[in-house]
């Protein structure tokens, strides 16, 4: 019994996550925040690139969402 919960455990630990970031690029709120805004876009690329390297199972989608518009920045859609 507890050799097949530990394998389920196993099987569940090594599924596919799939974390979707959606992010605010409204112009209107960053135009006099350049530097800040420079800095918001580091953390969040330094927040992916870790949570991609954690675990090979890990997958992510980046989306930029402004007043107007909202579009895929990761993957790239238009390549796959």
């Not at 992916?48 to 579009?71: E, Q």
Request: include cysteine; hydrophobic fraction near 45%; charge should be negative.
């Amino acid at each position: 019994r507890i050799v097949h919960i530990f394998t389920d455990f196993r099987i569940a630990m090594s599924s596919i996550k799939h974390l979707l970031l959606i992010i605010d690029l409204n112009p209107f709120y960053w135009a006099d925040k350049v530097e800040q805004f420079k800095q918001y876009l580091n953390m969040i690329t330094q927040f992916a690139n870790a949570y991609l390297a954690f675990d090979i199972n890990h997958r992510l989608s980046i989306v930029g969402c402004s007043h107007a518009d909202t579009t895929f920045l990761y993957p790239d859609v238009q390549k796959e």
